[in-house]
């Protein structure tokens, strides 16, 4: 039987994320990969009402704490051949996400005859 | 990026900065965020404690079996939950109730994003897969010393790994099920003992009960194991004794109270297991006459291993084992309804009592995969569907 571990590696407490929930998925503006590419300024109004900027579009949303939390889980490097009786597969808890922003309206488009370059 | 070009972005915007708390997060994508390493579990309550303390979780499942995670205690089933949303996993990113109890908090955060997905793992709680542990263990039954199997191969032999490492439920769920069915360790293995080798060490029991004239609530260890010492195993002695008796200290000494209902239940099935059906008054009556001194034998002993027949002229009773019967809930029913066409629920609640998950009722479960109909004014329940 396939046995997989989850553990957390028990190195002290586990990190805490936050969790970003949009809508639509995300493109990169130009075509290439996502990675080191902006995706935006994550201010939080005075009421705590979180405010996402993405290109062109305003994204209002709410703070959420999650009912049942997630952990993050990455998979630990490829195992040479396991012997019978040992787990096949290991996962880490990285970290545990308690809390979500979800922006669920309609993002606002910013519009503006001029677009600044930022 | 600078305070500088994220004030630009505001202005862009039309947002008030006085309207908005002084720090920022800049998100941008890490080095590592479209490799996918990164994936999501969401946790029922208690999960999240356990892995908090450092405890490990476990997913286990042959190739034809549905996976499922067990912790120390508890299984679930797992499948993977689709969102048409993006979910973006970001460390470090704070709430505003974080950001206004740290006054010294950045003004500008560059938060990196770990990576993202539109699906995550969901778990829901359910009955550990136990039916496999049984038929593992009655591959080798003990039969005791004297039997001769026992010298030759250890390959249907089981230690606790070999269970964990085959049976999908949590290391608890197997050791509470192991003494559910009044497994015994014997040599490092787990053994069930084989029917007539139990019914053995238990009529040894009962005639020394019986001889000695003691009390059913009062039975000494110690006496037991040196008048039966020589006939069998201390240790068989003593398992039999925890198997079908409440164990007790009194005075220094241990005792047992021996447990009526199991015994003549046993009794029954010993009965029961010669014949496919009987007539009920002279089973009734061979059980009375078969069980110790001073025990009553009642049919309801009898619920989830023997079924009475009403409709038969004279009333029989067979025997129908519920750990024989399909682990799963349809098929369980299906089984239950190919036996029997309409089914009361007093008759058939011993063999369905074992499906209901946590908080569920028997009621709810008769609603699910059966329809009511009433039958000479009683309600009986039969199958949704045709059986063939």
Redesign the interface.
């Known amino acids: 039987m396939v046995q997989i571990v989850i553990s957390s590696g028990g190195t002290g407490a586990l990190a805490r994320w936050m969790l970003v929930e949009l809508q639509g998925e995300v493109e990169p503006r130009q075509s290439g990969s996502l990675a080191e590419s902006l995706l935006g300024d994550l201010h939080y109004t005075c009421e705590g009402i979180p405010v996402l900027i993405v290109g062109h579009h305003i994204l209002y949303g709410k703070v959420v704490q999650l009912e049942k939390p997630f952990a993050v889980l990455v998979k630990q490097g490829g195992a040479s051949q396991p012997s019978p009786g040992e787990p096949q597969g290991h996962y880490t808890v990285t970290a545990l996400i308690k809390t979500k922003l979800l922006f669920k309206t309609r993002p606002k488009p910013i519009i503006t005859h001029v677009p600044k370059k930022v | 990026?600078s305070r500088a070009?994220?004030d630009?972005?505001?202005q862009?915007?039309?947002?008030n900065s006085a309207?908005?708390?002084p720090?920022?997060?800049?998100?941008?994508?890490?080095?590592?965020?479209?490799a996918g390493?990164?994936?999501?579990?969401?946790?029922?309550?208690g999960?999240?404690a356990e892995?908090?303390a450092?405890r490990?979780?476990?997913?286990?499942?042959?190739?034809d079996?549905k996976?499922v995670?067990c912790s120390k205690d508890k299984t679930y089933d797992m499948k993977i939950a689709d969102?048409?949303?993006?979910?973006?996993?970001?460390?470090?990113?704070?709430?505003?109730?974080e950001?206004n109890a740290d006054p010294a908090s950045c003004n500008i955060i560059h938060?990196q994003?770990?990576?993202?997905s539109n699906n995550?793992w969901e778990l829901r709680r359910c009955r550990p897969k136990l039916k496999k542990l049984r038929k593992l263990l009655m591959e080798d039954p003990y039969e005791g010393p004297s039997s001769q199997k026992d010298q030759t191969s250890t390959c249907s032999k089981y230690t606790t790994?070999?269970l964990l490492?085959?049976i999908?439920a949590s290391e608890e769920e197997i050791l509470h099920q192991l003494q559910v069915i009044d497994a015994c360790k014997i040599e490092g293995y787990w053994r069930i003992l084989e029917f007539s080798y139990e019914m053995k060490l238990l009529d040894h029991v009962t005639q020394l009960i019986d001889s000695e004239s003691w009390s059913l609530n009062k039975v000494p260890l110690r006496t037991c194991l040196e008048e039966l010492g020589s006939l069998e195993p201390r240790e068989m002695i003593e398992h039999i004794l925890l198997s079908y008796g409440r164990k007790y200290v009194d005075d220094g000494e241990v005792y047992f109270e021996m447990c009526e209902d199991k015994i003549c239940r046993a009794i029954a099935q010993m009965l029961l297991q010669n014949a496919v059906k009987f007539n009920l008054s002279e089973f009734q009556e061979v059980w009375q006459q078969s069980v110790p001194e001073g025990m009553t034998t009642r049919l309801d002993q009898l619920k989830g291993l023997a079924l009475v027949d009403k409709s038969s002229r004279p009333e029989t009773i067979f025997l129908l084992k519920v750990e024989d019967l399909p682990e799963d809930n349809q098929e369980r029913f299906n089984s239950l309804f190919s036996i029997r066409e309409k089914w009361t629920e007093v008759d058939i609640t011993p063999y369905i009592q074992d499906l209901c998950a946590e908080k569920q009722t028997v009621g709810a479960l008769l609603t699910k995969y059966a329809r009511s109909s009433m039958l000479n004014g009683v309600k009986v329940y039969n199958s949704r569907r045709p059986i063939s």
Not at chain 2, 12 to 15: F, N, Q, S, W, Y
Not at chain 2, 29 to 34: D, H, L, M, N, W
């Open positions: 990026r070009e994220v630009a972005t505001l862009t915007a039309k947002l309207e908005l708390l720090a920022v997060h800049c998100l941008s994508f890490g080095p590592q965020a479209s390493e990164c994936c999501l579990l969401q946790l029922e309550p999960l999240c892995l908090e450092g490990s979780l476990i997913i286990r499942g042959e190739k079996e996976a995670l969102t048409s949303n993006m979910l973006l996993f970001i460390p470090g990113c704070k709430t505003p109730e950001l938060s994003i770990a990576g993202f995550y790994e070999d490492s085959l999908q």
